[in-house]
Protein backbone atom coordinates (compact mmCIF):
# COMPACT_ATOMS: atom_id res chain seq x y z
CA UNK A 1 0.00 0.00 0.00
CA UNK A 2 3.00 2.31 0.90
CA UNK A 3 5.08 1.95 -2.06
CA UNK A 4 1.95 1.93 -4.52
CA UNK A 5 1.83 5.91 -4.01
CA UNK A 6 5.17 6.54 -6.05
CA UNK A 7 8.53 7.45 -4.75
CA UNK A 8 7.69 11.14 -6.35
CA UNK A 9 4.90 11.08 -3.22
CA UNK A 10 7.31 10.08 -0.46
CA UNK A 11 9.98 12.60 -2.12
CA UNK A 12 7.72 15.98 -1.63
CA UNK A 13 5.97 14.05 1.78
CA UNK A 14 9.46 14.83 3.26
CA UNK A 15 9.89 18.24 2.22
CA UNK A 16 6.78 19.29 3.70
CA UNK A 17 7.20 17.68 6.85
CA UNK A 18 10.91 18.91 6.85
CA UNK A 19 9.57 21.92 6.82
CA UNK A 20 7.32 21.54 9.66
CA UNK A 21 9.44 19.89 11.33
CA UNK A 22 11.74 23.01 11.17
CA UNK A 23 9.45 24.72 12.40
CA UNK A 24 7.88 22.42 15.51
CA UNK A 25 11.52 22.59 16.79
CA UNK A 26 12.29 25.99 15.89
CA UNK A 27 9.45 28.16 16.97
CA UNK A 28 10.17 29.43 20.59
CA UNK A 29 6.79 31.15 21.21
CA UNK A 30 3.26 29.42 20.64
CA UNK A 31 0.63 30.34 17.93
CA UNK A 32 -2.60 29.83 21.57
CA UNK A 33 -2.16 30.40 24.42
CA UNK A 34 -4.71 27.83 24.72
CA UNK A 35 -1.80 25.17 23.74
CA UNK A 36 0.10 25.75 27.23
CA UNK A 37 -3.23 25.00 28.66
CA UNK A 38 -3.96 21.99 26.59
CA UNK A 39 -0.71 20.87 27.26
CA UNK A 40 -0.51 21.09 31.01
CA UNK A 41 -3.86 19.64 31.35
CA UNK A 42 -2.24 16.78 29.30
CA UNK A 43 0.90 16.65 31.74
CA UNK A 44 -1.11 16.72 34.91
CA UNK A 45 -3.16 13.67 33.77
CA UNK A 46 0.04 11.66 35.51
CA UNK A 47 -0.71 13.06 38.69
CA UNK A 48 -4.24 13.76 38.24
CA UNK A 49 -5.88 10.75 36.25
CA UNK A 50 -9.03 12.68 36.21
CA UNK A 51 -7.85 15.28 34.15
CA UNK A 52 -8.17 13.10 31.55
CA UNK A 53 -11.68 13.91 31.27
CA UNK A 54 -11.52 17.41 31.44
CA UNK A 55 -14.12 18.79 29.65
CA UNK A 56 -12.41 22.26 28.09
CA UNK A 57 -9.77 20.37 26.91
CA UNK A 58 -11.24 18.16 25.01
CA UNK A 59 -10.90 14.11 26.47
CA UNK A 60 -10.56 13.06 22.71
CA UNK A 61 -7.56 15.40 22.18
CA UNK A 62 -6.43 14.26 25.64
CA UNK A 63 -6.25 10.36 25.33
CA UNK A 64 -4.15 11.02 21.94
CA UNK A 65 -1.52 13.45 23.49
CA UNK A 66 -1.20 12.58 27.27
CA UNK A 67 1.39 9.90 27.01
CA UNK A 68 3.78 12.29 25.01
CA UNK A 69 3.00 15.16 27.19
CA UNK A 70 4.68 13.38 30.19
CA UNK A 71 7.96 13.61 28.05
CA UNK A 72 7.36 17.76 27.82
CA UNK A 73 6.19 19.97 25.93
CA UNK A 74 8.46 19.39 22.82
CA UNK A 75 7.49 15.44 22.92
CA UNK A 76 4.24 16.18 22.30
CA UNK A 77 4.52 18.89 19.61
CA UNK A 78 6.25 15.89 17.64
CA UNK A 79 3.87 13.35 18.31
CA UNK A 80 1.58 15.87 17.10
CA UNK A 81 3.19 16.34 13.94
CA UNK A 82 3.18 12.29 13.39
CA UNK A 83 -0.63 12.30 13.71
CA UNK A 84 -0.62 14.85 11.19
CA UNK A 85 1.63 12.99 8.74
CA UNK A 86 -0.60 10.16 9.11
CA UNK A 87 -3.33 12.36 7.77
CA UNK A 88 -1.52 13.27 4.94
CA UNK A 89 -0.76 9.59 4.21
CA UNK A 90 -4.19 9.15 4.12
CA UNK A 91 -4.89 11.41 2.11
CA UNK A 92 -2.43 10.38 -0.35
CA UNK A 93 -3.92 6.74 -0.28
CA UNK A 94 -7.29 8.27 -1.19
CA UNK A 95 -6.06 10.17 -3.90
CA UNK A 96 -4.60 6.75 -5.30
CA UNK A 97 -7.70 5.11 -4.82
CA UNK A 98 -9.86 8.09 -6.70
CA UNK A 99 -7.13 7.22 -9.62
CA UNK A 100 -6.49 10.91 -9.54
CA UNK A 101 -3.34 11.52 -11.56
CA UNK A 102 -0.17 13.40 -10.19
CA UNK A 103 -0.29 11.64 -7.01
CA UNK A 104 3.53 13.13 -5.68
CA UNK A 105 1.98 16.99 -6.51
CA UNK A 106 -0.67 16.38 -3.50
CA UNK A 107 1.72 16.74 -0.33
CA UNK A 108 3.07 19.85 -1.66
CA UNK A 109 -0.78 20.40 -1.55
CA UNK A 110 -1.38 19.91 1.80
CA UNK A 111 1.85 20.39 3.93
CA UNK A 112 2.50 24.28 1.93
CA UNK A 113 -1.25 25.32 2.71
CA UNK A 114 -0.59 28.48 4.27
CA UNK A 115 -1.65 27.64 7.92
CA UNK A 116 -0.51 23.99 7.73
CA UNK A 117 3.48 24.27 8.83
CA UNK A 118 1.74 26.09 11.89
CA UNK A 119 -1.18 23.95 12.90
CA UNK A 120 -0.16 20.52 12.13
CA UNK A 121 1.91 20.45 15.88
CA UNK A 122 0.63 22.50 17.92
CA UNK A 123 -0.50 19.97 21.32
CA UNK A 124 -4.34 21.47 20.21
CA UNK A 125 -7.25 19.68 18.86
CA UNK A 126 -6.46 20.70 14.98
CA UNK A 127 -4.15 17.63 14.63
CA UNK A 128 -6.01 14.98 15.99
CA UNK A 129 -9.23 16.10 14.79
CA UNK A 130 -7.56 16.38 11.01
CA UNK A 131 -6.45 12.86 11.01
CA UNK A 132 -9.32 11.18 12.89
CA UNK A 133 -11.77 12.55 10.27
CA UNK A 134 -9.81 11.71 7.25
CA UNK A 135 -9.57 8.06 8.52
CA UNK A 136 -13.12 7.62 9.33
CA UNK A 137 -13.67 8.68 5.32
CA UNK A 138 -10.86 6.42 4.50
CA UNK A 139 -12.09 2.84 6.13
CA UNK A 140 -15.68 3.62 5.34
CA UNK A 141 -15.33 3.70 1.79
CA UNK A 142 -13.30 0.45 2.15
CA UNK A 143 -15.87 -0.70 3.59
CA UNK A 144 -14.48 -1.06 6.98
CA UNK A 145 -17.82 0.30 8.69
CA UNK A 146 -16.74 -0.51 12.37
CA UNK A 147 -13.64 1.20 12.25
CA UNK A 148 -15.16 4.40 10.16
CA UNK A 149 -17.88 4.32 12.87
CA UNK A 150 -15.67 4.59 15.87
CA UNK A 151 -13.97 7.23 14.29
CA UNK A 152 -16.69 9.32 13.31
CA UNK A 153 -18.56 9.01 16.85
CA UNK A 154 -14.59 9.85 18.41
CA UNK A 155 -14.52 13.39 16.69
CA UNK A 156 -17.44 14.41 19.02
CA UNK A 157 -14.50 13.70 22.02
CA UNK A 158 -11.71 16.15 20.03
CA UNK A 159 -14.25 19.14 19.05
CA UNK A 160 -17.76 19.67 20.37
CA UNK A 161 -18.72 20.35 16.30
CA UNK A 162 -17.76 16.46 15.49
CA UNK A 163 -21.00 16.26 16.82
CA UNK A 164 -22.92 16.65 13.57
CA UNK A 165 -20.17 15.08 11.68
CA UNK A 166 -21.18 12.02 13.66
CA UNK A 167 -24.60 12.88 12.82
CA UNK A 168 -23.96 12.79 8.98
CA UNK A 169 -22.20 10.11 9.02
CA UNK A 170 -25.18 8.42 10.49
CA UNK A 171 -27.63 9.51 7.29
CA UNK A 172 -24.47 8.17 4.80
CA UNK A 173 -24.92 4.42 6.08
CA UNK A 174 -28.85 4.47 6.36
CA UNK A 175 -28.98 5.69 2.81
CA UNK A 176 -25.88 3.66 1.54
CA UNK A 177 -26.92 1.00 -0.75
CA UNK A 178 -27.04 -1.45 1.96
CA UNK A 179 -29.03 1.39 3.88
CA UNK A 180 -32.49 0.36 5.25
CA UNK A 181 -33.47 4.44 4.74
CA UNK A 182 -32.86 3.98 1.06
CA UNK A 183 -34.73 0.58 0.27
CA UNK A 184 -37.26 2.21 2.28
CA UNK A 185 -37.69 5.37 -0.16
CA UNK A 186 -38.32 2.60 -3.09
CA UNK A 187 -40.76 0.64 -1.40
CA UNK A 188 -38.62 -2.05 -0.47
CA UNK A 189 -39.65 -3.26 2.76
CA UNK A 190 -38.15 -6.39 3.52
CA UNK A 191 -34.74 -5.18 2.45
CA UNK A 192 -35.03 -2.44 4.72
CA UNK A 193 -35.90 -4.45 7.84
CA UNK A 194 -33.18 -6.57 6.61
CA UNK A 195 -30.87 -3.67 6.76
CA UNK A 196 -31.98 -2.18 9.97
CA UNK A 197 -30.00 -4.21 12.12
CA UNK A 198 -26.54 -3.25 10.47
CA UNK A 199 -27.40 0.28 10.90
CA UNK A 200 -28.33 0.35 14.81
CA UNK A 201 -24.92 -2.14 15.37
CA UNK A 202 -23.10 0.65 13.44
CA UNK A 203 -24.86 3.34 15.37
CA UNK A 204 -23.69 1.82 18.53
CA UNK A 205 -20.28 2.21 17.55
CA UNK A 206 -20.57 5.18 16.75
CA UNK A 207 -22.57 6.73 19.88
CA UNK A 208 -20.02 4.27 21.60
CA UNK A 209 -16.97 6.71 22.56
CA UNK A 210 -19.71 9.60 22.93
CA UNK A 211 -21.54 7.43 25.66
CA UNK A 212 -18.41 6.33 27.60
CA UNK A 213 -16.80 9.60 27.49
CA UNK A 214 -19.85 11.14 29.27
CA UNK A 215 -20.17 7.72 31.72
CA UNK A 216 -16.14 8.65 32.54
CA UNK A 217 -16.29 12.31 33.16
CA UNK A 218 -19.70 11.77 35.17
CA UNK A 219 -17.84 9.28 37.44
CA UNK A 220 -14.71 11.77 37.50
CA UNK A 221 -15.89 14.92 38.60
CA UNK A 222 -19.76 14.47 38.43
CA UNK A 223 -20.66 16.31 35.30
CA UNK A 224 -22.19 15.27 31.63
CA UNK A 225 -20.32 17.20 29.05
CA UNK A 226 -23.11 16.63 26.58
CA UNK A 227 -25.39 18.70 28.70
CA UNK A 228 -23.68 22.25 27.37
CA UNK A 229 -25.88 21.76 23.68
CA UNK A 230 -29.13 21.96 25.49
CA UNK A 231 -27.38 25.65 27.00
CA UNK A 232 -26.12 27.07 23.33
CA UNK A 233 -26.71 30.71 24.72
CA UNK A 234 -25.54 33.68 22.64
CA UNK A 235 -22.14 35.38 23.79
CA UNK A 236 -21.53 38.74 24.09
CA UNK A 237 -17.12 38.54 24.87
CA UNK A 238 -16.58 36.00 21.58
CA UNK A 239 -18.97 37.84 19.52
CA UNK A 240 -19.79 37.12 16.53
CA UNK A 241 -19.49 38.19 12.77
CA UNK A 242 -20.64 38.06 9.18
CA UNK A 243 -21.77 34.48 7.89
CA UNK A 244 -18.75 34.64 5.15
CA UNK A 245 -16.24 34.86 7.41
CA UNK A 246 -15.14 31.45 7.34
CA UNK A 247 -15.09 30.96 3.52
CA UNK A 248 -12.86 34.12 3.58
CA UNK A 249 -10.33 31.79 6.54
CA UNK A 250 -10.49 29.13 4.23
CA UNK A 251 -8.86 31.05 1.33
CA UNK A 252 -6.35 32.64 3.50
CA UNK A 253 -6.08 29.63 5.08
CA UNK A 254 -4.96 27.35 2.24
CA UNK A 255 -3.10 30.39 0.60
CA UNK A 256 -4.32 31.85 -2.71
CA UNK A 257 -2.55 29.29 -5.36
CA UNK A 258 -4.12 26.64 -4.12
CA UNK A 259 -7.60 28.57 -3.07
CA UNK A 260 -7.70 29.05 -7.15
CA UNK A 261 -7.11 25.15 -7.97
CA UNK A 262 -9.47 24.37 -5.19
CA UNK A 263 -11.95 26.47 -6.73
CA UNK A 264 -11.14 24.78 -10.27
CA UNK A 265 -11.43 21.53 -8.99
CA UNK A 266 -15.05 22.22 -7.45
CA UNK A 267 -16.32 23.74 -10.16
CA UNK A 268 -14.79 22.68 -13.71
CA UNK A 269 -17.54 19.98 -14.95
CA UNK A 270 -16.67 16.31 -15.06
CA UNK A 271 -18.03 14.82 -11.36
CA UNK A 272 -19.64 11.86 -11.57
CA UNK A 273 -21.49 11.01 -9.00
CA UNK A 274 -20.09 8.16 -6.40
CA UNK A 275 -21.70 7.12 -3.14
CA UNK A 276 -18.26 7.50 -1.80
CA UNK A 277 -18.00 11.08 -2.52
CA UNK A 278 -21.02 11.97 -0.48
CA UNK A 279 -18.77 11.43 2.18
CA UNK A 280 -16.51 14.12 1.28
CA UNK A 281 -19.31 16.78 1.69
CA UNK A 282 -18.79 16.09 4.86
CA UNK A 283 -15.72 19.41 4.71
CA UNK A 284 -18.31 21.81 3.65
CA UNK A 285 -20.74 21.01 5.65
CA UNK A 286 -18.51 21.89 8.38
CA UNK A 287 -17.64 25.36 6.79
CA UNK A 288 -21.23 26.39 6.94
CA UNK A 289 -21.68 24.96 10.17
CA UNK A 290 -18.88 27.02 11.77
CA UNK A 291 -20.21 30.21 9.67
CA UNK A 292 -23.57 29.75 11.15
CA UNK A 293 -22.37 29.48 14.58
CA UNK A 294 -20.28 32.06 14.23
CA UNK A 295 -22.55 34.81 12.87
CA UNK A 296 -25.04 33.86 15.40
CA UNK A 297 -22.96 33.99 18.12
CA UNK A 298 -23.03 29.99 19.35
CA UNK A 299 -21.41 28.01 21.49
CA UNK A 300 -17.83 30.54 22.28
CA UNK A 301 -16.83 30.27 18.59
CA UNK A 302 -15.10 33.55 18.37
CA UNK A 303 -14.83 33.13 14.49
CA UNK A 304 -11.21 31.37 14.75
CA UNK A 305 -9.67 30.47 11.65
CA UNK A 306 -7.71 27.65 12.80
CA UNK A 307 -11.10 25.73 14.04
CA UNK A 308 -11.07 24.58 10.08
CA UNK A 309 -8.07 23.80 9.62
CA UNK A 310 -9.13 20.18 9.62
CA UNK A 311 -10.49 20.99 5.85
CA UNK A 312 -6.63 20.79 4.54
CA UNK A 313 -7.15 17.06 3.22
CA UNK A 314 -9.92 18.11 1.16
CA UNK A 315 -8.64 21.14 0.03
CA UNK A 316 -5.67 19.11 -1.14
CA UNK A 317 -7.70 17.15 -3.06
CA UNK A 318 -10.12 19.57 -4.38
CA UNK A 319 -6.97 21.34 -5.16
CA UNK A 320 -4.66 18.16 -6.83
CA UNK A 321 -8.03 18.05 -9.00
CA UNK A 322 -8.07 21.47 -9.87
CA UNK A 323 -4.17 21.61 -11.18
CA UNK A 324 -4.80 17.92 -13.31
CA UNK A 325 -7.64 20.01 -14.91
CA UNK A 326 -5.54 22.40 -16.16
CA UNK A 327 -2.98 20.24 -17.18
CA UNK A 328 -5.26 18.15 -19.48
CA UNK A 329 -6.44 21.52 -20.53
CA UNK A 330 -3.10 23.84 -20.96
CA UNK A 331 -0.11 20.42 -20.80
CA UNK A 332 2.43 21.25 -18.04
CA UNK A 333 3.15 24.77 -18.53
CA UNK A 334 0.79 25.76 -15.73
CA UNK A 335 3.00 23.79 -13.13
CA UNK A 336 5.75 25.87 -14.00
CA UNK A 337 3.90 28.60 -12.34
CA UNK A 338 1.64 26.47 -9.94
CA UNK A 339 3.97 25.05 -8.22
CA UNK A 340 6.78 27.41 -7.09
CA UNK A 341 4.31 30.53 -5.95
CA UNK A 342 2.38 27.48 -3.90
CA UNK A 343 6.08 26.39 -1.84
CA UNK A 344 6.92 29.79 -1.65
CA UNK A 345 3.44 30.53 0.01
CA UNK A 346 4.19 27.79 2.29
CA UNK A 347 7.40 28.76 3.36
CA UNK A 348 6.04 32.45 3.75
CA UNK A 349 2.94 32.23 5.40
CA UNK A 350 2.11 35.49 4.55
CA UNK A 351 -1.33 35.31 6.51
CA UNK A 352 0.71 33.69 9.72
CA UNK A 353 3.25 36.77 9.39
CA UNK A 354 0.48 39.39 9.60
CA UNK A 355 -1.24 37.67 12.62
CA UNK A 356 1.40 36.43 15.22
CA UNK A 357 2.26 39.64 16.63
CA UNK A 358 2.37 40.77 19.89
CA UNK A 359 1.14 44.44 19.58
CA UNK A 360 -2.63 43.52 19.48
CA UNK A 361 -2.14 42.18 23.84
CA UNK A 362 -3.65 45.48 25.75
CA UNK A 363 -1.18 47.99 26.75
CA UNK A 364 1.49 47.26 24.26
CA UNK A 365 2.63 49.81 22.32
CA UNK A 366 1.82 49.28 18.22
CA UNK A 367 4.38 46.82 16.46
CA UNK A 368 4.64 46.99 12.93
CA UNK A 369 4.60 43.61 10.69
CA UNK A 370 7.75 43.08 9.00
CA UNK A 371 6.96 40.63 6.10
CA UNK A 372 9.79 38.15 5.14
CA UNK A 373 9.99 36.46 1.94
CA UNK A 374 9.89 32.80 4.38
CA UNK A 375 8.37 33.02 7.46
CA UNK A 376 11.01 33.29 10.23
CA UNK A 377 10.14 30.96 13.11
CA UNK A 378 8.08 32.66 16.06
CA UNK A 379 9.64 34.75 18.36
CA UNK A 380 9.20 34.79 22.29
CA UNK A 381 7.14 38.09 21.95
CA UNK A 382 7.25 40.79 24.72
CA UNK A 383 4.14 39.97 26.26
CA UNK A 384 5.63 36.15 26.96
CA UNK A 385 8.59 37.63 27.97
CA UNK A 386 6.66 39.46 30.80
CA UNK A 387 5.16 36.50 32.42
CA UNK A 388 8.67 34.62 32.02
CA UNK A 389 10.16 37.59 34.13
CA UNK A 390 7.14 37.40 36.72
CA UNK A 391 6.88 34.25 36.84
CA UNK A 392 10.80 33.84 37.67
CA UNK A 393 9.54 36.60 40.36
CA UNK A 394 7.57 34.36 42.30
CA UNK A 395 10.32 31.65 42.33
CA UNK A 396 12.69 33.72 43.97
CA UNK A 397 10.02 35.32 46.34
CA UNK A 398 7.25 32.87 47.57
CA UNK A 399 7.78 30.32 49.98
CA UNK A 400 4.10 30.01 52.46
CA UNK A 401 1.77 32.38 50.62
CA UNK A 402 -0.90 31.66 48.38
CA UNK A 403 -0.46 32.27 44.84
CA UNK A 404 -2.63 33.00 41.66
CA UNK A 405 -2.08 33.62 38.20
CA UNK A 406 -4.44 33.10 35.29
CA UNK A 407 -2.52 33.16 32.21
CA UNK A 408 -1.31 29.39 30.80
CA UNK A 409 2.12 30.52 29.71
CA UNK A 410 3.29 31.43 33.65
CA UNK A 411 1.17 28.41 34.72
CA UNK A 412 3.60 26.71 32.43
CA UNK A 413 7.01 28.49 33.66
CA UNK A 414 5.91 27.72 37.21
CA UNK A 415 4.64 24.25 36.39
CA UNK A 416 7.34 22.72 38.71
CA UNK A 417 7.57 25.24 41.46
CA UNK A 418 6.65 23.86 44.55
CA UNK A 419 6.88 26.86 47.22
CA UNK A 420 4.18 28.11 48.61
CA UNK A 421 0.48 27.07 47.74
CA UNK A 422 -1.38 27.55 43.78
CA UNK A 423 -4.40 28.51 43.77
CA UNK A 424 -6.84 27.35 41.29
CA UNK A 425 -7.64 30.73 39.13
CA UNK A 426 -11.28 29.24 37.98
CA UNK A 427 -12.34 27.19 41.68
CA UNK A 428 -13.94 29.14 44.46
CA UNK A 429 -13.89 29.30 48.32
CA UNK A 430 -16.44 28.65 50.90
CA UNK A 431 -17.12 32.33 52.94
CA UNK A 432 -20.38 31.75 54.73
CA UNK A 433 -20.21 27.52 55.39
CA UNK A 434 -20.35 24.57 53.57
CA UNK A 435 -23.01 25.19 51.40
CA UNK A 436 -22.01 28.77 49.80
CA UNK A 437 -19.54 29.14 47.11
CA UNK A 438 -17.95 32.30 45.58
CA UNK A 439 -15.68 32.64 42.79
CA UNK A 440 -12.10 33.86 43.44
CA UNK A 441 -12.10 37.68 43.67
CA UNK A 442 -9.45 40.39 44.53
CA UNK A 443 -12.10 40.66 47.65
CA UNK A 444 -12.10 37.15 49.31
CA UNK A 445 -8.33 35.78 48.54
CA UNK A 446 -6.91 35.63 51.83
CA UNK A 447 -3.84 38.86 53.05
CA UNK A 448 -0.83 37.92 51.89
CA UNK A 449 -1.47 36.00 48.43
CA UNK A 450 0.93 36.78 45.27
CA UNK A 451 -0.84 37.44 41.95
CA UNK A 452 0.50 37.69 38.74
CA UNK A 453 -1.92 40.24 37.09
CA UNK A 454 -1.72 40.14 33.51
CA UNK A 455 -4.20 42.32 30.66
CA UNK A 456 -5.70 39.58 29.10
CA UNK A 457 -7.08 36.74 31.25
CA UNK A 458 -7.06 38.31 34.79
CA UNK A 459 -9.18 40.97 33.55
CA UNK A 460 -10.96 39.98 30.84
CA UNK A 461 -12.05 36.48 32.16
CA UNK A 462 -11.65 36.55 35.96
CA UNK A 463 -12.67 40.19 36.64
CA UNK A 464 -9.54 41.24 38.34
CA UNK A 465 -9.61 44.65 37.02
CA UNK A 466 -7.71 47.57 38.45
CA UNK A 467 -9.75 49.19 40.16
CA UNK A 468 -11.18 46.23 41.89
CA UNK A 469 -7.33 45.14 43.23
CA UNK A 470 -7.07 48.44 44.27
CA UNK A 471 -10.48 48.29 46.04
CA UNK A 472 -9.37 45.24 47.96
CA UNK A 473 -5.96 46.58 49.01
CA UNK A 474 -3.77 45.03 46.46
CA UNK A 475 -0.18 46.52 46.32
CA UNK A 476 2.08 46.27 43.42
CA UNK A 477 5.38 44.99 43.89
CA UNK A 478 6.25 44.37 40.13
CA UNK A 479 5.75 45.58 36.82
CA UNK A 480 6.72 43.82 33.52
CA UNK A 481 6.77 44.91 29.47
CA UNK A 482 4.67 48.19 29.74
CA UNK A 483 2.81 47.65 32.86
CA UNK A 484 0.72 44.53 30.88
CA UNK A 485 2.09 41.96 33.24
CA UNK A 486 2.12 42.85 37.02
CA UNK A 487 3.15 41.32 40.43
CA UNK A 488 0.02 42.17 42.98
CA UNK A 489 0.15 41.15 46.95
CA UNK A 490 -3.07 41.43 49.11
CA UNK A 491 -2.52 43.48 51.91
Known amino acids: MTKSLGWGFWLTFIIGFAWSLYRTLSNQGWILDD ?40 AARLWTLTLSAVAVWLTGLEAKRLEMPALWILPLLIWFQWWFPELSYPVLTQGPFLLVWIAGVFFAVRDQHVRAAICWGYLGLIRHEGIALSALWGLWVIFSEQGFARHLIYGRFRESAAAFPRALVLGFWTILPMALMNLFTWLANGTIPFAMFFDSEPTDHYGSGP ?58 SGGYYHFIMPMAPWAGLLALRGLNRLTDRFGQKPLYLILPLTVWGGLAMLQQQFMVQDSHIKGLPEKKATIKPICPPMEFGRFATGLKEASDWVRE ?59 QYSVDFHGFTLEALEKAHWHQAAQYTHDTVRIFIKE
Request: aromatic residues 18%; hydrophobic residues 45%.
Open 35 to 74: ELAHFLISKDVWTSPDQLWHTWSRPGRNLLQFIPAYFGLE
Open 397 to 455: NVTDQKWLTHHAAASYFLHDFQDGEKVDPWGGVQENGPDTWEPYSPANLPPGTVLIWDT
Open 243 to 300: LWLYSQHLMTGVGLPIALLMLLGLFWRGWKLRWDLVLYATYPAYLIMHSIIFWKGLFA
